[in-house]
């Protein structure tokens, strides 16, 4: 991991004798001493580096205090990576799970430190520009490998509900929103909870998905343009993979310094594929025609965006926030909002 590391704040220490304890009960190999830092990205879920003679590791847990009912589910993080990692997919190693609250304090799962390059900024700006075109083409390739596979060959033909994913999950994000009463109303939400579910396209299609699939939950091998792991996996589960893609390709919406958009910029000058481009190459390996209304699928994955960093707010105000970024994510809320609400008058299809 190439995410920024810092000491454990205070809201997310825990006791490291005691974690230390565990591992050795329940990681193989494993041995001390333990020295434990804390990555300073994971919005949702305090995620750690730990050190030892031997090896690194990674955890990732539920954060401390009060949480909404079935978010932060390491469990399934857990879950997903094991089974993937099982057929291939590239995904840290799991090594174990913990539901018993009394170690840490809260569940955790502990898997393997993978060496690669995190990129933060989706123009790829630290690579050579004849290779950025390669670095799309890893991802599309990766995320099409994903939903190329079938869930229950792997295990998970049970981790979601198949079938209406778009009502559900329109309705799951309305519902965080408009419940968490403390992060206060957005207009441009209140209008896509009105207008989302009113233009659900027609058509089921079921796959596994990501749920955040963008260049920074990807590790890139050290020195050549490949996906060597995909990270954080809480928001997965069985869905539409056109909901995935379309979360993964909104940044080609969203303007430069807006997140890491891409919108506006000499995409042929910096050797990055276009929009349509990128869409051909993941139509054609998933083998479809194209992608129908794919401003409804974008101002969904950017209403859900907007949710999520809603929902970060929330926990803000709390004072549960787990990134040190989160008040820089909470900024974008309204902006974030408005641009969701954009495609629902761009009528654009690829």
Same mark, same amino acid.
């Given at each position: 991991?190439?995410?920024?590391?810092?000491?454990?704040?205070?809201?997310?220490?825990?006791?490291?004798?005691?974690?230390?304890?565990?591992?050795?009960?329940?990681?193989?190999?494993?041995?001390?001493?333990? #020295?434990?830092?804390?990555?300073?990205?994971?919005?949702?879920?305090?995620?750690?580096?730990?050190? #030892?003679?031997?090896?690194?590791? @990674?955890?990732?847990?539920?954060? %401390?205090?009060?949480?909404?009912?079935?978010?932060?589910?390491?469990?399934?993080?857990?879950?997903?990576?094991?089974?993937?990692?099982?057929?291939?997919?590239?995904? *840290?190693?799991?090594?174990?799970?913990?539901?018993?609250?009394?170690?840490?304090?809260?569940?955790?799962?502990?898997?393997?430190? @993978?060496?690669?390059?995190?990129?933060?900024?989706?123009?790829?700006?630290? @690579?050579?520009?004849?290779?950025?075109?390669?670095?799309?083409?890893?991802?599309?390739?990766?995320?099409?490998?994903?939903?190329?596979?079938? %869930?229950?060959?792997?295990?998970?033909?049970?981790?979601?509900?198949?079938?209406?994913?778009?009502?559900?999950? =329109?309705?799951?994000? &309305?519902?965080?929103?408009?419940?968490?009463? =403390?992060?206060?109303?957005?207009?441009?939400?209140?209008?896509?909870?009105?207008?989302?579910?009113?233009?659900? %396209?027609?058509?089921?299609?079921?796959?596994?998905?990501?749920?955040?699939?963008?260049?920074?939950?990807?590790?890139?091998? *050290?020195?050549? *343009?490949?996906?060597?792991?995909?990270?954080?996996?809480?928001?997965? #589960?069985?869905?539409?993979?056109?909901?995935?893609?379309?979360?993964?390709?909104?940044?080609?919406?969203?303007?430069?310094?807006?997140?890491?958009?891409?919108?506006?910029?000499?995409?042929?000058?910096?050797?990055?594929?276009?929009?349509?481009?990128?869409?051909?190459?993941?139509?054609?390996?998933?083998?479809?025609?194209? =992608?129908?209304?794919?401003?409804?699928?974008?101002?969904? &994955?950017?209403?859900?965006?907007?949710?999520?960093?809603?929902?970060?707010?929330?926990?803000?105000?709390?004072?549960?926030?787990?990134?040190?970024?989160?008040?820089?994510?909470?900024?974008?809320?309204?902006? @974030?909002?408005?641009?969701?609400?954009?495609?629902?008058?761009?009528?654009?299809?690829?």
């Amino acid at each position: 991991m190439a995410d920024a590391l810092v000491t454990v704040r205070e809201a997310h220490r825990f006791d490291e004798a005691a974690l230390a304890s565990w591992m050795r009960d329940h990681v193989e190999d494993f041995a001390g001493p333990l #020295t434990v830092e804390q990555f300073a990205g994971g919005q949702s879920n305090p995620t750690y580096r730990l050190r #030892t003679p031997a090896r690194d590791y @990674v955890l990732r847990r539920k954060p %401390p205090g009060a949480l909404l009912k079935g978010a932060h589910a390491v469990d399934r993080e857990y879950r997903v990576i094991t089974a993937l990692g099982s057929a291939g997919f590239p995904v *840290p190693h799991a090594y174990a799970l913990c539901e018993d609250d009394a170690v840490i304090g809260t569940a955790f799962y502990v898997m393997e430190m @993978v060496a690669g390059r995190t990129f933060w900024n989706t123009a790829f700006p630290d @690579v050579p520009t004849a290779e950025r075109a390669a670095y799309f083409d890893a991802m599309n390739a990766t995320i099409a490998a994903l939903h190329r596979l079938d %869930p229950a060959s792997v295990g998970l033909g049970d981790y979601g509900r198949p079938g209406n994913y778009f009502q559900r999950q =329109i309705a799951r994000w &309305s519902r965080q929103y408009l419940d968490d009463e =403390i992060a206060g109303r957005v207009p441009a939400l209140d209008a896509l909870v009105e207008w989302l579910p009113a233009n659900i %396209p027609p058509g089921e299609e079921t796959s596994l998905v990501h749920g955040d699939f963008r260049c920074d939950n990807l590790l890139f091998h *050290p020195s050549e *343009p490949r996906v060597v792991a995909v990270l954080d996996w809480e928001l997965s #589960t069985l869905g539409h993979p056109l909901a995935d893609f379309a979360y993964h390709l909104m940044v080609y919406r969203m303007p430069p310094g807006f997140s890491t958009g891409l919108a506006g910029l000499d995409l042929p000058a910096l050797n990055i594929p276009s929009e349509a481009d990128y869409v051909a190459a993941y139509c054609r390996r998933t083998g479809r025609d194209g =992608i129908e209304r794919l401003d409804f699928h974008l101002a969904f &994955s950017l209403f859900r965006l907007a949710a999520i960093i809603h929902g970060i707010k929330g926990r803000l105000i709390r004072g549960t926030a787990s990134s040190a970024n989160a008040a820089a994510a909470v900024e974008q809320l309204e902006r @974030v909002a408005e641009l969701a609400l954009a495609q629902t008058r761009h009528r654009g299809e690829s």
